[in-house]
């Protein structure tokens, strides 16, 4: 399935000199992901670039990385299961397991071959593609892993808070986890922007799937 539609925030960022894609691709029975591509107007002998960013990342915190990928690469970003642009029925699993088998349905489904490619995965998005790396038909040319988790630390009281609550409250809660990091865990003065891009991936989390 392809669509004409771009996202509103490449169209006013600034792509210059290539051709943008988005497609739904499925990756299960009941699993459809969006996959953003990226043509160089002027092909180059490179190979290309699957990108999987982490949980529930959002695409406008990779736009300049982006940017400067796809000058020289075409570039296929992948948005994962637990991300709202996917889309889902019935219920369906959000492991890493699932989450890597995702990546590889996705190679295959772009006819990518043996070193033609590479796999570029930051966070949970790295992680899944360590955890499925023995699973893909085409062998990519190399993997470039971005701090991937090897665990998920949070504090035990959150554990408990998190079981207690119905998932639409987190539009309650948000406003809390926001105070959490800005107070203890960002320099909100020194990098404005990694505080500004957790925020927008808490404010496009869907509290179903994560």
């Known amino acids: 399935m392809k669509s004409n539609q771009i996202y509103p925030e490449l169209n006013r960022l600034g792509f210059s000199g290539v051709s943008i894609e ?7 029975p009941n699993v459809w992901l969006r996959v953003v591509v990226f043509q160089p107007l002027k092909p180059k002998d490179n190979p290309a670039v699957v990108f999987v960013a982490g949980w529930m990342s959002i695409i406008d915190g990779w736009i300049e990385v982006l940017k400067e990928m796809t000058r020289d690469f075409v570039v296929y970003y992948v948005e994962t299961r637990e991300k709202k642009s996917s889309r889902i029925k019935g219920h369906v699993r959000y492991g890493v397991r699932d989450i890597g088998m995702d990546i590889v349905k996705i ?12 796999i570029a995965g930051s966070s949970l998005g790295a992680t899944a593609v360590l955890d499925c790396h023995g699973f893909f038909n085409a062998l990519p040319l190399t993997l470039v892993m971005i701090n991937p988790n090897a665990e998920f630390r949070i504090p035990k009281i959150w554990k408990w808070i998190i079981g207690l609550f119905y998932p639409p409250l987190f ?3 948000r406003p809390v986890v926001k105070w959490y990091l800005r107070t203890f865990r960002l320099d909100i003065h020194s990098d404005p922007a990694q505080y500004k891009k957790y925020c927008g991936t808490l404010d496009n989390a869907d509290p179903w799937r994560s």
């Open 171 to 173: 539009v309650l809660f």
């Open 107 to 118: 190679v295959d489904h772009f006819g990518l071959k043996d070193n033609q490619y590479l």
């Open 22 to 28: 988005e497609q739904m691709v499925a990756t299960g």
